[in-house]
């Protein structure tokens, strides 16, 4: 701090005036310039689940917070949103990979941005899949499921497949309930009932319960035409 003297004299005793000086302040460009380079810290998502709420926080470090974010390529899934703060949020509608590019920017005077590229992976947490697919063998309808758990905890499956004629009765083809393990991949249910002449729709519902999240995954399998089983001799 320096210090500045002024003298007065009047026609009394002489006034000494001292007024101090402050060295000078760092101007917002100064400060600016000493922070440390804007980076986005953020190279990799959790993966989210088809219809199941979803929230990923996006990290960034140096440059002058606060920081303003938003997708600049490509594009989210469907029911999911980026917030300016940089929180992924939202209900994704559909599983698939969903490519996009995002911006920060900060609040340094000028302003800094930096981009980064990711990918956001979205899967069916209990995902069914025909293993051989439904057909008729006789007086018989015969054919497999296979079951995937594709979340990191155990399930509670139970898995019922029908085939209900052109009556609307229906008619029990399989039956399973057990646990499916966290990361199982393809487990194979086969089904075959005998049954009585007519048109028959088969329907697969399979109900993955998990009791430590109070959560519930549902999958359904339908083939697209009908199955006709012929009048035995």
Not at 17 to 40: G, N, R, S, Y
Not at 100 to 119: H, N
Not at 122 to 137: D, F, M, Q, R, T
Not at 172 to 192: D, H, M, N, S
């Amino acid at each position: 701090m320096g210090m500045t003297i002024f003298h007065r004299r009047a026609s009394g005793p002489t006034f000494i005036l001292a007024l101090a000086i402050a060295a000078p302040c760092l101007t917002f460009a100064q400060q600016d310039a000493a922070a440390a380079p804007l980076e986005v810290t953020t190279t990799t998502l959790p993966r989210a689940y088809a219809r199941q709420p979803y929230e990923a926080q996006l990290g960034v470090r140096g440059g002058s917070a606060p920081y303003m974010w938003r997708v600049s390529e490509g594009e989210l899934p469907a029911g999911v949103r980026l917030g300016h703060d940089g929180i992924l949020t939202g209900t994704p509608a559909e599983a698939g990979q969903f490519r996009f590019t995002v911006t920060v920017t900060d609040s340094g005077r000028p302003a800094y941005e930096r981009t980064q590229d990711l990918i956001l992976v979205v899967v069916a947490p209990l995902l069914a899949e025909w293993g051989k697919y439904p057909a008729v063998n006789g007086q018989r309808i015969e054919g497999s499921v296979r079951v995937s758990n594709q979340t990191e905890r155990d399930f509670d499956l139970t898995v019922i497949i029908v085939a209900v004629n052109e009556y609307g009765r229906a008619t029990a083809l399989g039956y399973q309930r057990f646990t499916l393990k966290k990361g199982a991949t393809e487990v194979e249910i086969p089904f075959g009932e005998n049954l009585p002449a007519g048109a028959y729709e088969i329907n697969v519902d399979a109900v993955a319960e998990v009791a430590a999240t109070n959560s519930i995954y549902r999958a359904r399998l339908a083939p697209k035409e009908k199955l006709r089983i012929q009048q035995g001799p």
